[in-house]
């Protein structure tokens, strides 16, 4: 369904099995922020919502939880605009944002809950041996690797791997609400014409990229001379 833009030379028709699992968009959303709510937005938000019984039970056992995103990408920056949201009531005047280097240096604790959503096995090895004692690492399991996993160390400080599931309709209809409210707000973007999608491609690759990417599929309408 496209609100209000007619397209004078191309259409796009999806066969949608269940009508259930046809969300509309409010006019409060706009297009371009929806084209990133189904995949990494929901994405995010489901590693959120999963963490939630997690994160408070350590705020109850030890009065505090330390959470790490590694790897901070574009669904990073969801995940930590949806953190804040979700745990309003347990931070929100301790809410701290570090970048960090060596993260034991930062954080002498340890960490008690990571979401690693590429999941490379640089970033899981170092992960777990961030985490305090009875730790959870999430993971998204993004990159396809294989990771061998250090048994000793996840024995000895009861350490936890619980993979991230991806959103629902149910969540996704709930994250569409939040934005549409401004309870949410979406990540920094910019919007590439498709054409350019080559150079937005070599651009994420070399990290050039700030915020999320945008490609628009639109055609200019044409101008009446």
């Not at 028709?13 to 371009?32: R, T, W």
């Not at 605009?81 to 604790?109: G, M, N, P, S, W």
């Not at 777990?128 to 399991?141: K, N, P, S, T, Y």
Request: overall charge neutral.
């Amino acid at each position: 369904m496209w609100r209000g833009v007619y397209l004078a030379r191309y259409s796009d028709y999806i066969a949608v099995g269940q009508l259930a699992n046809l969300v509309k968009v409010p006019d409060e959303v706009p297009l371009h922020v929806a084209a990133m709510l189904p995949g990494g937005a929901s994405f995010a938000y489901s590693a959120a919502r999963q963490s939630d019984p997690v994160v408070r039970s350590f705020v109850r056992l030890v009065g505090q939880c330390n959470l790490l995103i590694a790897g901070a990408g574009g669904l990073g920056l969801w995940l930590l605009k949806l953190l804040r949201y979700i745990f309003y009531d347990l931070v929100q005047e301790k809410f701290e944002e570090h970048l960090i280097v060596r993260t034991l240096d930062a954080v002498r604790t340890g960490v008690h809950v990571i979401y690693d959503f590429a999941s490379l096995p640089r970033t899981m090895t170092r992960s777990l041996h961030c985490l305090a004692e009875g730790g959870v690492l999430f993971i998204g399991g993004l990159s396809g690797n294989d990771v061998v996993l250090p048994i000793k160390l996840m024995a000895k400080n009861r350490l936890a791997v619980i993979g991230i599931e991806h959103g629902t309709i149910e969540q996704l209809k709930s994250l569409i609400k939040l934005i549409a409210h401004h309870n949410v707000e979406p990540p920094e973007y910019k919007v590439y014409p498709c054409k350019q999608a080559p150079l937005v491609m070599k651009q994420l690759s070399h990290s050039e990229v700030e915020g999320r990417a945008v490609l628009d599929l639109g055609f200019d309408l044409p101008t009446e001379d």
